[in-house]
Nanobody, 131 residues
Framework: EVQLVESGGGSVQAGGSLKLSCVASEMTFDDYDMGWYRQVPGKECELVSSMRRDGTKTYSDSSQGRFTISPDNDKKVVYLQMNNLEPGDTAVYYC?????????????????????????WGQGTAVNVSS
């Protein structure tokens, strides 16, 4: 059974860095497009970064230049390196795998998990950035 497990969240001061990990069991990244999403309670789900099977990587306007998505195929891990963190980055971060990258159109991330492209998602890891 495929499972995605996120880790690496925590509390950090503004300007600091965190590296999130998404460990995938029983799957290979060659078979799926991967996305890192984040959710702030009461706000819409946001696609922070994605990595397609062809190697294409994308970033949101808010993460561009500060976040980096990268895979380690041997370890079956997708990382999200987050630098120069801001209080606005405070959220629960999720990774998801699917046959396509889904851009949220409103609502929380659970709406994204119901999209026909999405196959697997994790339980999230919380990031708190203080000013």
């Amino acid at each position: 059974e495929v499972q995605l497990v996120e880790s690496g969240g925590g509390s950090v001061q503004a300007g600091g860095s965190l590296k999130l990990s998404c460990v995938a069991s029983e799957m290979t990244f060659d078979d799926y497009d991967m996305g890192w999403y984040r959710q702030v309670p009461g706000k819409e789900c946001e696609l922070v970064s994605s990595m397609r099977r062809d190697g294409t990587k994308t970033y949101s306007d808010s993460s561009q230049g500060r976040f980096t998505i990268s895979p380690d195929n041997d370890k079956k891990v997708v990382y999200l390196q987050m630098n120069n963190l801001e209080p606005g980055d405070t959220a629960v971060y999720y990774c998801a795998a699917g046959t396509g990258v889904v851009i949220p159109t409103g609502g929380n991330c659970h709406r994204v998990w119901g999209h026909r492209y999405i196959r697997y998602w994790g339980q999230g890891t919380a990031v708190n950035v203080s000013s």
